[in-house]
């Protein structure tokens, strides 16, 4: 498979503050697995600055965007291998 993004990276001042929150425990990089359940969540949520230092909807698109990013770098992948096959 080729070269994939791993992880979905958000600012430790992000981190810090989705961690608070009490949903998991948060660091500058993190699965997509993980980020992409919480962004369900985040969606949830109100709008507290101590949740969302960054604002709620940059916060989630920015995560959003790395997520669509994995998918389709994903996609790809798996096109390929199926055509090596």
Excluded: H
């Amino acid at each position: 498979m080729m070269d994939m993004i791993d992880t979905i990276n958000i600012s430790q001042k992000v981190a810090d503050a989705l961690s608070t929150i009490g949903i998991g425990d948060f660091y500058p990089e993190n699965t997509p697995e993980q980020m992409a359940l919480t962004v369900l969540i985040l969606k949830e949520l109100p709008d507290k600055p101590e949740w969302f230092p960054a604002g709620k909807w940059a916060t989630i698109q920015y995560i959003e965007c790395q997520l669509y990013t994995y998918a389709r770098l994903t996609a790809i992948a798996l096109t390929i291998d199926s055509i090596k096959e």
